[in-house]
């Protein structure tokens, strides 16, 4: 089955009544959780980011709790994964890279607070340096000034 371009589904959109075109959003967003939960972010929180982060860093930190009482490494390595993987969710969300470094930066200050043994693991320290490499992409498509900012937060990072 071929795909419909983008630019085919946006005059088919337009050509719509709004009863239909609701019709349509509420089918995608059955068929999918994560068309859902953008859905929801779209028509409830788009408008505020500022508390979405800290929505975003509320829950960080309560899955972080949850770790704190890890030793065995693969059940860290596959729980930093986890959250990893909400975090970038949410990052697409927000498709913005200054909120984006600020969640990143977030994860890796989380990680050095708890002193997890990040070291002990190649797959842990890859996964740190995986970070820090993206937080660094993230820096260097933002404006100068927020550049810096960002910065200042990375040089805790890398100590």
Partial sequence: M???TLQELKKELQELSPKELADLCLKLSKYKKDNKEYLGFLMFQSHDVAAFVKEIKAEMDEQFTEIKAQTNLYFLKKSLRKILRIINKYCKYV??????AEIHIYFCLKIKEARMPINDSARLTNLYAGEIKKIN???NALHEDLRHDFNSDMEKLTK
Avoid at 95 to 100: G, R
């Fill in 2 to 4: 071929k795909s419909t």
């Fill in 95 to 100: 498709n913005d890279k200054s909120v984006s």
């Fill in 137 to 139: 992409s993230f820096i």
